[in-house]
């Protein structure tokens, strides 16, 4: 039997108060709704359909052809939103696995687990709940006095003693996908809202047919983010998460929960973490390397032994053993050989250096190509920009480059150069040489004796 997966995508998340649609806000840099379709394309689901309405635009843009697209125009209620799916899953043999879009931390392993106890228990309609200490705003699970599951009814709709009930609707159900149809087109719109509640569907189905709850155990991982608390209880969470997992795979890292690793980062044994550190995208931390304290990393490689001390590092690779920082800020495919030193303020953007080059004090690279055991004296600097285009500058091997000197781009230096202090080079430099580029010091001996002096000292002479 097919397996489908029915994402909640088209509201608008007016409690979040916030411009983007609140299934693309994101969660530890990354959009809640990612999380859900990376987890289902891990699960035993064979189709994703997402409902789409609210800013659609923006929410196809993050998810691309991943998952089928149905369009809410009008969005109202949950109910509704099913059957917008109807043109895509109506009909279809198979069971729906239906999730909102304000849900993004549950992981595959979960997913797989209660569609298995979807069929192991025969049921037509699994409604996934759990119990809260604290249930308001939640669909609250109303049973007769047998236990049996009769219904579910919204906070607004609750009486006293409703209001009372701890076991909630999480909006995760499975479902037969023809019997969904069947009934989410019997839903009537709910008087004091205007809407169709989707939750109306479990006292339609439970006179006919075999409808059960599944309680998960962790009442965190169902909640759903409805405003911007909401979304830091959630970051916190998926950060402590994210950070056991590392840790337990030989992660150390100092006072964890100032650090927060992005869901796709890879970190290797032996790494070590320092506090105020931020590390997302895809980033891959090798064995051995020590990044922070007060560090951000983003979409990059740092390799084995590498050290990134209160510095920036974004799009780039850091090569084994080279030390980075502090205030150092990598940006734009830098790409840093390995036994490099890139120190104290140092920009390095898309460029590439070869091993054991130094860069420590001052220094801007941006668009060079920088060979093997180069040293930069303290404030050189590629002067890659012309006020309207960029040019590359290309350093050979075994260069010194003296403090203060300036790379007029485009331009080329060989192998075994030494530039003198203070020049600025515009033209290129062949193999072996030394480039002076600046005027020659002239000493004007005596002057001091015979300096006009100013006035008031010269009466006190
Ligand atoms: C819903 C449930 C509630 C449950 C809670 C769990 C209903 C009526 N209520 O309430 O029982 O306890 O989730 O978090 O279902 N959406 C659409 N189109 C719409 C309306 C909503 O696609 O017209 C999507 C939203 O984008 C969101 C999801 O459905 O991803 C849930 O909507 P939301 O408004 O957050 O529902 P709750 O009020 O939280
Ligand atoms: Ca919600």
Request: glycine share 8%.
């Amino acid at each position: 039997m097919k397996k489908y997966a029915l994402i909640l995508a088209a509201g608008k998340g007016t409690r979040m108060r916030t411009e983007l649609p609140k299934v693309a806000f994101p969660i530890l840099k990354k959009p809640m709704i990612s999380y859900i379709v990376e987890n289902l394309e891990k699960s035993a689901i064979d189709e994703i359909v997402a409902i789409v309405g609210h800013k659609k635009e923006v929410v196809m843009d993050i998810l691309g052809d991943r998952v089928t697209y149905a369009t809410q125009e009008e969005q109202l209620g949950t109910g509704h939103a099913v059957l917008s799916a109807a043109s895509v899953l109506d009909n279809k043999e198979g069971t729906t696995f239906i999730l909102p879009g304000d849900m993004p931390l549950m992981e595959y392993p979960l997913m797989d687990k209660l569609l298995r106890a979807h069929e192991e228990m025969g049921n037509d309609l699994t409604v996934v709940s759990m119990m809260m200490d604290y249930p308001k705003g939640y669909g609250r699970i109303v049973r007769d006095e047998y236990g049996s599951v009769t219904g579910i009814v919204e906070e607004n709709d609750c009486n006293e003693s409703q209001k009372l009930i701890k076991e909630v609707n999480s909006s995760v159900y499975i479902v037969d996908n023809k019997l969904l149809f069947k009934y989410a087109k019997k839903i009537q719109k709910n008087v004091r809202k205007g809407e169709y509640y989707l939750t109306d569907i479990v006292s339609l189905m439970h006179q006919d047919h075999k409808v059960n709850t599944f309680v998960v155990r962790n009442p965190l991982i169902t909640m759903g983010i409805n405003d911007l608390y909401g979304v830091s209880v959630a970051e916190k969470y998926l950060r402590d998460f994210i950070n056991k997992g590392h840790m337990l795979a030989g992660v150390s890292m100092i006072n964890p929960e100032t650090i927060t690793i992005g869901h796709n980062v890879i970190i290797e044994e032996g790494v070590w973490i320092y506090p105020n550190t931020t590390i997302t995208g895809n980033t891959v931390i090798k064995k051995g390397a020590h990044v922070g304290p007060n560090s951000e990393i983003v979409d990059s490689i740092i390799y084995e032994h590498a050290e990134i001390r209160h510095s920036i590092v974004l799009e780039s690779e850091v090569g084994a053993y080279t030390t980075v920082g502090p205030f150092a800020h990598l940006r734009n495919h830098a790409v840093i050989g390995a036994h490099n030193r890139i120190g104290n303020f140092v920009e390095v953007k898309k460029s590439t250096t070869g091993e054991n080059t130094k860069a420590a004090h001052l220094i801007y690279l941006g668009d060079a190509t920088v060979g093997k055991n180069v040293n930069f004296g303290c404030g050189s600097v590629t002067v890659n920009y012309d006020g309207i285009k960029k040019h590359q500058t290309t350093i050979g091997d075994d260069v010194f480059v003296g403090c203060n000197v300036n790379l007029i781009a485009p331009i080329k230096v060989g192998d075994n150069v030494f530039i003198a202090a203070g020049s600025t080079v515009t033209e290129d430099i062949p193999n072996g040489a030394l480039a002076i580029a600046r005027n020659k010091q002239i000493n004007k001996e005596d002057y001091s004796k015979n300096l006009i002096k100013p006035k008031s000292e010269k009466s006190e002479m």
